[in-house]
């Protein structure tokens, strides 16, 4: 089971509202703690209502930092990004040195002409 929770930073910590008709609150000093605390409350509630199935609750948080969150959606793009172009150099690398080795260049050649060891070219080829 999934539930939303809105997060806010209060003075003493968190603050977690669960929206709904059964909606609730907690309040811990940690987001974690509030986590783990609303998991709790819903399956009481689950268990209360006579629905035992409930045994794994996941807590999704939306967490209200004005300027900090839509900085830390912009790293997490960032990253993202990063990961694909490392993604496609590798892929790059990978072909440039196949065609080197197609060309008849030995694994020492190559190593010398990326700056890397023999070893890493092996890696590379294989």
Known sequence: MEV???AERTASGWSAEVAGPDGFTVTARRLDQCKDLVAERI????EQAGNAEVCDVVVRVDA????IICDLEAAKIKM????K?????????RSVVTRMRDEGLTMRDIAVLLGVSPQRVAQLLG
């Not at 172009?85 to 690398?93: G, L, N, P």
């Open 4 to 6: 939303k929770v809105h």
């Open 85 to 93: 172009m490392q993604d496609e150099a590798s892929a790059e690398i």
């Open 64 to 67: 209200e930092l004005p300027g």
């Open 43 to 46: 399956k009481t509630l689950a």
């Open 80 to 83: 993202q990004e990063a990961q």
